[in-house]
C-alpha cells in the first residue's frame, strides 16, 4: 500500500471557524510533511514531522497548528484563517526523512476561506 | 539561491505524439532529481527520481534524463494519451542538512484528439 489520504476533499470555513484536516499513511513511515500549494504554483513547505516530533516549521503563522498523534496520523488545525489562505494543502510522507527519500503525496484539501 | 527553472511552461500536443519537456537547476550540492505529474486539484505522482550517478530512467512512456554537469533533466513522453494531460513538475533534492525539495514551476502539458 502505497497510499496516502487527506480528509476532507474539499473544505469551506469562515474566518471565525476552527476546522482540522487530517492525513494518514500505512506505509510505515516516519517522515509526514504539510504542504501548501496555492494555483499554478509549485507545493510550498509549511511543516515537517520526524518520528511524530515536529522537525521543521517554515514560518508559518500560528493560525496553522501541526499535530502528529501516532506515526501514520498527521492533523493541520485551522483557525482564524484569512482569504489568502485558500489553497491546496497536501500531505506527504516518507520512509524517514532526508533528501534521498522519495515522497509520496496524498490528493491533498481543497480550502476555501470565506 | 536554489532554483529549479521549467520548460516550456506549457505545451499542447495531439494525442499520439512524441514530446519533452526540460528542467535546468542550479541547486548545489546535488542528492537527487524527480519528476511528478500532477492533475489538476490532486496530489503530485512520482514518475521518475534519479541520482547524480544515474543518467537515464524510465518508467514506462516516460523517459527521464539527467545531466548533473550541466545540471540539466529531460522528461520525455511517447505515444502521447489523453490521460498525459496535467502539470509535470522537477524538484530537485539537494545534499547535506534538511529535507527541502525545490520545486519547478511546473510544465502544462495538454494533449488533445
Known amino acids: 500500500d502505497t497510499e496516502v489520504t487527506q480528509t476532507p476533499k474539499h473544505l469551506v470555513m469562515g474566518m471565525t471557524n476552527k476546522k482540522s484536516l487530517k492525513c494518514e499513511q500505512h506505509m510505515g513511515h516516519r517522515a509526514m510533511y504539510w504542504y501548501k500549494q496555492k494555483a499554478k504554483k509549485p507545493p510550498e513547505l509549511m511543516f515537517v514531522?520526524?518520528?511524530?516530533?515536529?522537525?521543521i516549521n517554515e514560518s508559518v503563522p500560528s493560525r496553522f497548528s501541526p499535530e502528529c498523534p501516532n506515526s501514520s496520523l498527521l492533523n493541520l488545525h485551522l483557525h482564524a484563517l484569512q482569504p489568502e489562505d485558500s489553497a491546496l494543502y497536501l500531505c506527504?510522507?516518507?520512509?524517514?526523512?532526508?533528501?534521498?527519500?522519495?515522497?509520496?503525496f496524498g490528493p491533498g484539501t481543497r480550502l476555501t476561506v470565506t | 539561491k536554489n532554483q529549479v527553472e521549467q520548460s516550456p511552461q506549457s505545451l499542447i500536443i495531439l494525442e499520439g505524439k512524441n514530446c519533452t519537456l526540460q528542467c535546468n537547476y542550479t541547486v548545489s550540492p546535488f542528492s537527487n532529481l524527480r519528476w511528478y505529474k500532477q492533475d489538476t486539484g490532486r496530489g503530485p505522482v512520482s514518475l521518475t527520481i534519479m541520482t547524480f550517478s544515474e543518467n537515464t530512467k524510465s518508467n514506462g512512456r516516460y523517459t527521464a534524463t539527467l545531466d548533473a554537469d550541466t545540471k540539466q533533466s529531460s522528461l520525455h513522453i511517447t505515444a502521447s494519451q489523453l490521460s498525459d494531460s496535467a502539470s509535470y513538475i522537477c524538484?530537485?533534492?539537494?545534499?547535506?542538512?534538511?529535507?527541502?525539495?525545490?520545486f519547478g514551476t511546473g510544465t502544462q502539458l495538454k494533449v488533445e484528439l
Open positions: 514531522y520526524s518520528y511524530e516530533k515536529l522537525s
Open positions: 524538484v530537485v533534492s539537494g545534499a547535506g542538512g534538511g529535507n527541502k525539495l525545490t
Open positions: 506527504a510522507s516518507s520512509q524517514v526523512e532526508g533528501n534521498s527519500y522519495e515522497q509520496y
